[in-house]
């Protein structure tokens, strides 16, 4: 055993010390993009890579695995439809470290297919996930400085983009307006470019509190009807709104209805209140009831 425990010793110092291929996928972003073309890859967006690296740097690899990022330089696309990753070795070397060394790559020649270029230009869209301080959150509508963004690239792709998202503004315990620089998210379209890649972004954060109104509720469908009455013929809303706002929204702004064609085809011993009508960033907390029993005179 002792001699069995000696030999793994040896063979393991012996397996670290030496050079080993290492085979990685990667993903891959396009650099020196020309300008008067657009193109289509016509392959993956991840290419597998073969690296040479010591057997210690490989055991460390396979420990803590992660997924790398390589661009490619599409100057070549000026002449033709084709890149070979052979002939971009040493660009690609210079993305990692000295002593980790790319001998090829899989597959080793990306193909595109070149189209119509075309612009347009569509709406900002910002994406957050904010956490707020106690009786604080967004009393107004968010605004993107600037609101709109040209997107360029290859027609059928341009014509499916109706908005930019930007990348998720994130926070935690906010009780002031934000105003940040949020880039815009390509959701890992390579071949389209924006200008400008970023937006000023303002949310509105303020104090808010709850509000409880009364609404009638309206009838849907009881034309056929001598009359309906439900019971009962309000509703209470309570709903949060922003302080500065308190006295600006009131019942009037709300709609509550029931539909009788529920009753009709479902046969149903009670309606369920539909919401119809709610300002913006008036956010409904609870109705009571949210059934309600009815009579019908024919």
């Known amino acids: 055993m002792r001699c069995l425990g000696l030999s793994f010793i040896a063979w393991l110092l012996f ?4 050079e080993q291929i290492y085979r ?35 055991f460390m690899k396979r420990l803590r695995p992660d997924t790398p ?16 990753f052979t002939n971009q070795l040493g660009y690609i070397n210079r993305q990692f470290p000295a002593d980790n060394q790319v001998i090829g790559v899989s597959p080793d020649t990306l193909y595109f297919d070149f ?13 957050y996930d904010i956490q707020f301080k106690k009786q604080y959150g967004i009393i107004g509508d968010t605004r993107a400085n600037p609101e709109y963004v040209t997107v360029t690239g290859p027609l059928e792709d341009v014509a499916n983009i109706d908005y930019l998202e930007t990348d998720t ?3 935690t ?8 620089i949020a880039y815009l998210n390509k959701h890992q379209k390579n071949n389209i470019t924006i200008y400008p890649t970023f937006s000023e972004i303002t949310i509105p954060v303020g104090e808010i509190t709850e509000k409880v109104v009364e609404l009638p ?20 809303l309570t709903f949060l709104v922003s302080l500065k706002d308190y006295n600006k929204w009131s019942s009037r702004d709300f709609e509550a209805v029931v539909d009788m064609e529920n009753w009709e085809k479902n046969k149903v011993q009670n309606l369920p209140v539909i919401l119809t009508k709610v300002p913006e960033h008036c956010h409904v907390i609870s109705m009571e009831p949210q059934n309600v029993d009815f009579f019908v005179r024919r």
């Open 15 to 18: 397996a670290v010390s030496t």
């Open 24 to 58: 990685i996928d990667a993903g891959i972003s396009y650099v020196n993009i020309p300008e008067s073309k657009a193109f289509h890859p016509l392959q993956s967006d991840t290419v597998s890579i073969r690296m040479r690296m010591s057997g210690w740097k490989m």
């Open 69 to 84: 990022h390589i661009q490619v330089d599409l100057n070549g696309l000026r002449t033709r439809n084709y890149i070979v």
């Open 115 to 127: 189209s119509k270029q075309t612009q347009r230009k569509v709406p900002v869209r910002a994406l």
């Open 169 to 171: 503004i994130r926070g």
């Open 173 to 180: 315990d906010v009780a002031t307006d934000i105003r940040t």
């Open 217 to 236: 509720l309206k009838m849907e469908n009881a034309a056929r009807y001598t009359s309906v009455r439900t019971l009962p013929s309000k509703i209470k």
